[in-house]
């Protein structure tokens, strides 16, 4: 969920993550996770649900991902690896360092 502040809209939190706001918490299936009093907010989202809260200071936006069991992201850099190109070369993530760089990955069992 990408956001421009910090403050969530409950309803937009419902449509986009799939998680209710209901009196007793944020339900989703059979839990529910007790919030406190007062806005909804990313750190409150972040602190109870564990979902992974990153920042790009440069664009102004937090991007706020799914749920992890309680297992989060504790930053956005990946480890280095090199892969063939399509042209036969070779590709290193790291000559990528600056650019935005979306990692798609697929497995077959």
């Known amino acids: ?5 910090l403050d969530i809209d409950r309803a937009e ?4 993550t799939g998680w209710a706001i209901k009196p ?7 839990r529910c996770v007790p919030l406190p009093d007062g806005p909804l907010t990313a750190q409150v989202i972040t602190e109870r ?8 200071a440069d664009q102004g936006l937090w ?9 989060a992201l504790t930053s956005a ?4 690896f090199t892969l063939p190109d399509w042209r036969g070369g070779e590709l ?3 000559s990528l ?13």
């Open 77 to 80: 850099e990946a480890t280095d």
């Open 1 to 5: 969920m990408i956001l421009t502040t």
């Open 49 to 56: 649900l564990g979902m992974p809260l990153v920042h790009d």
């Open 24 to 30: 007793e918490g944020a339900c989703k299936d059979v």
């Open 92 to 94: 290193t993530l790291s």
């Open 63 to 71: 991007a706020l991902g799914p749920e992890s069991g309680g297992r």
């Open 13 to 16: 939190f419902e449509r986009r």
């Open 97 to 109: 360092r600056g650019s935005k760089v979306l990692l798609v990955s697929w497995a077959s069992w």
